[in-house]
Structures are given as structure tokens and as C-alpha cells.
């Protein structure tokens, strides 16, 4: 059975960094493809990254740019390096993993930017 922690998460201010660390109690290598997400209260979750098996990766519009998606298979651990952040950034971040018809996911970690 696959456990998803996230980790990472705190409050910094506008145009500061943070690196999240998404790691798993089991092996992710046959993952094809892993997710973070991301839910500010009252909205809609939002794809922030995805990236495959081979480190292949997409960004969410919004993200573009000042956002990096990375994976370790052999330590099971994804990795969200979050530069130039904006208080629009501020929200509930989440990692998914796709196995075969499931889907897993961690129980997130708070991002606040706030000056």
C-alpha cells in the first residue's frame, strides 16, 4: 500500500522560495505518472506539476516559469522547487501518485505567501 507525506510547506514572503518534498512508504517507480496540486479555501483544485516515470514534466499556467516538478524513484520522493512566489500561491499543496486504476494522495502541506 502506497503512503504519500508531503513536507515542506510554511510561510514566507512575496518573491521568497520554498522547496516541497513529497515522499512515499512505497516504491513510486512504477508510478507512469505523479501530480502536486494545489486548493486555496472556497476554490477548485488546481494541477500545479506533472511528471512522469522518466521526469517528464508539465506546469500549470499559473506556475510556469518560476516553478520545477523533480523525482528520485530510487529514494521515492518528489520534489516541488517554488521560486518567485506570489500570494496568489498561497493555498493547500498536494501530491498524487497514479498506479495502475488508483490514485493516491498525501495529506498536504500549507503554503502561505503574505507580506
Known amino acids: 500500500q502506497v503512503q504519500l507525506v508531503e513536507s515542506g510547506g510554511g510561510l514566507v514572503q512575496p518573491g521568497e522560495s520554498l522547496k516541497l518534498t513529497c515522499t512515499a512508504s512505497?516504491?513510486?517507480?512504477?508510478?507512469?505518472?505523479m501530480y502536486w496540486y494545489r486548493q486555496a479555501p472556497g476554490k477548485d483544485r488546481e494541477l500545479v506539476a506533472r511528471?512522469?516515470?522518466?521526469?517528464?514534466?508539465n506546469y500549470g499556467d499559473s506556475v510556469k516559469g518560476r516553478f520545477t516538478a523533480s523525482r528520485d524513484n530510487a529514494k521515492n520522493t518528489m520534489y516541488l522547487q517554488m521560486n518567485s512566489l506570489k500570494p496568489e500561491d498561497t493555498a493547500v499543496y498536494y501530491c498524487?501518485?497514479?498506479?495502475?486504476?488508483?490514485?493516491?494522495w498525501g495529506q498536504g502541506t500549507q503554503v502561505t505567501v503574505s507580506s
Open positions: 511528471i512522469t516515470r522518466g521526469s517528464s514534466t
Open positions: 512505497g516504491s513510486i517507480f512504477n508510478s507512469y505518472v
Open positions: 498524487k501518485a497514479t498506479i495502475g486504476f488508483a490514485d493516491y
